[in-house]
């Protein structure tokens, strides 16, 4: 045993429970646990486990289900996205969740309406604090799910909920009348009157996150509603990723005058205020005066003849007192030239998906001196960054950068229309924290001409930036071009990918990734359009595919979760 085992081995069972608290399950249970007998012992008397299945192959799955200890987990997490598909299903054939007496946090992935019925008939008798359901199946109104959904938003002990459902059942959901949630997200639209329903049927709300207001609301749909009770409980409200309609926000915004922060995300309007600093002014000051923080990202595509003088125009109105003295809320503004974009946004920046546009091919004002100094840590937030690479190298620029300006990317995308352009590595490496990289999508020209410079050029990125393990590989033009071996592309998924995201031309690409890379826990194959095949005989046709779980997504896409380990 070494000398830091040794260390290790004597700290207090309470501190090794506090590194167990930080640890995924796999690490805890195939690695931890073997170090020595004590720590064996500390694993199964835990009383905290978090199981995490999003990411983890249909072998090791297996292999945990055997080892769970129901009384000791607190929190459950089951996926049938992409990586894991089939997951819950399996997961309900080996167990009965009222197993699981302590559990304070359940989440569900693209989980179907049948499946999510079970899941609620035990939330409703259960102590838990969390619950996030996600569930895209098409029409599962008018049937006992929703009806147990409501009973569930009641439960006593619900204190944060996560939605993300059909449009139409989020319509038809109906909220209690009283429950305790203090934290609320819809990951859809919802109607003005749900809105109001919600804030006065939920004292405890504090936070709520939707993706935007209904357009369909009309007048009438809230006639009943002209004099609600404006919420003095909640304070903090996030709309992103939807439309901002100012006739749709500022009713909201009435309803909401403790409001401490604001962030909108989404499309805007140049001619519905939206883009308006003064109108904002007006509001925050008139409606929402405890707001401390007002964080937004808009943008709107514009015509083509588009006068970029109107930049300035735009942050000329955040130029006041109000925005740089009283609220010191730096503003930028981009016109984005080859794709007539129009872009305002507060720093740091609030969104975390990002498209990166170098300064030859864009317009900017700011209400601010910009320098190396704000930059460092503005894009901050920024999660998913999308490069079109082609695009953006500039031999100037990558020299003059002194910083990383994108720190905490954990996805990224690049786009090459031809050759790997030159200077690329050097643009990416001083612009991105590579190590942080965890999921590479690239959508390049696989013709023969470029292929010597892409394989190297990828395998290059992928050597420095060891930490990816999710990669997806498409060609830039229409998958009936796509002209490439197998093999040839197959030379760039290295060890360290366990996810792959691929187009195949025929039966025999899908054949060859599956028997020849078994260190992949999951792969998603797209097919070109003249690669036809019947989905239902599939399986049949394919014995290396008989022990997976497969399931086709749509006529293009066959997502394969492997038993390999």
Known sequence: MTMSTSSLDILPVEILHHILDNLDIQTILFSFRYVCKRFDSITTSYNYYNFNFESISKTRFLRICHMIP???????????RDKTHGQILLFISLFDINHFLRLRSLTLIRIEANDLKIFLDYTIHSSLISLSID???????KNPVLNLLSSTIEHYTLQKLDL????????ELQWPINCTISYLRIQNSITLNQFYIILQHSPC??????????ANDTNENISTYLNPTPSLQLRSLICEGGRMQMDKLEPCLSLTPALVYLKLIGSGNLFNSSFDGYRWEHIIKNKLPLLEK?????????????????????ISLFQ????????????????????????????????????????????????FTINNNNNSIMMDNVKQ???????????????DVSYLQFQNVTELTLAIADKWPEGSFKFLSTTINLFNIVKLSLSVNFSYEYMPSIVHSINKLLKYAHNINILSLFDYWAPDDYRTSIETVCSMITPNIKHLHIRVKNSDDIKFIIENFKHLKSITFEHAQNFIFTNG?????????????????NQYALHVWLDNN
């Not at 993300?164 to 319509?171: A, F, G």
């Not at 709300?205 to 209904?214: E, G, M, S, V």
């Not at 709107?300 to 300035?312: A, G, K, P, Q, R």
């Open 385 to 399: 960054l999308d490069i079109y690479l082609s695009k953006v190298i500039d031999t100037d620029e990558i020299e």
């Open 70 to 80: 129901f009384e000791q987990v607190v929190s459950l997490t089951l996926s049938n």
């Open 164 to 171: 993300n459902m059909w449009p139409k059942n989020m319509q």
């Open 537 to 553: 005989k599939f399986v049949e046709y394919l014995p290396v595919m008989k022990r997976h779980v497969s399931r086709w997504e």
């Open 205 to 214: 709300l504090q936070t709520i996150i939707l993706k935007d207001f209904n």
């Open 294 to 314: 007002f964080d937004f990202f808009v943008s709107v595509f514009t015509h083509v003849n588009f006068d970029t003088s109107y930049i300035e125009q735009i």
């Open 135 to 141: 569930s895209q199946t098409l029409n599962i109104s």
């Open 320 to 367: 006041t007192s109000f925005w740089l003295d009283e609220k010191h809320c730096f503003v930028i503004c981009d016109y984005i030239i080859y794709i007539h974009k129009v872009i305002l946004y507060s720093l740091p920046i609030c969104t975390s998906h990002f498209v990166y546009y170098s300064d030859k091919n864009k317009v900017s004002a700011s209400n």
